[in-house]
């Protein structure tokens, strides 16, 4: 169940009743630096400063311009992210989602799950969960 949503020019990012932030990116938009930086005021919104799992939900047929990917990647804006679960059926993503674990190395665990495992990844997040979550 949402506990509050916020809708930005390349999601619905929702605040689950399990403390999970999920992203539903939306289908065919292009991603920029500038979208991702209202997506990252959402989550400021919608945590307020704690910690949180994410549940991301890749947008078909969804890209990313090169800037936006490697600001994604930044380490001082993933501070919030305890684990990351990423959902897609798109092999253009999953080569990006790739490139972010294999180059990035991220601070927190991080998988990707096809697009019908929702309910996988979220259990997966789950054992993930600490004290910190809402």
Excluded: C
């Excluded at 605040?15 to 065919?28: F, P, Q, R, T, W």
């Excluded at 919608?46 to 910690?51: D, F």
């Excluded at 674990?101 to 998988?111: L, R, T």
Aim: net charge negative.
């Amino acid at each position: 169940m949402t506990i509050k949503s916020i809708s930005t020019k390349i999601a619905l990012i929702s605040m689950l009743e399990n403390g999970i932030i999920k992203v539903h990116g939306h289908s065919n938009v292009h991603i920029t630096v500038e979208f991702m930086i209202e997506n990252d005021q959402a989550f400021e919104q919608l945590l307020q400063g704690r910690e949180a799992l994410f549940l991301t939900i890749l947008g078909e047929n969804a890209t990313i311009d090169r800037d936006a990917e490697n600001y994604f990647s930044d380490k001082d804006r993933t501070k919030m992210i305890i684990a990351e679960a990423l959902l897609t059926s798109q092999t253009h993503h999953k080569l990006i989602i790739l490139k972010h674990i294999v180059h990035s190395k991220p601070d927190y665990a991080i998988k990707a799950f096809k697009i019908d495992q929702e309910r996988e990844a979220i259990q997966w997040l789950l054992e993930r969960k600490t004290d910190n979550l809402f």
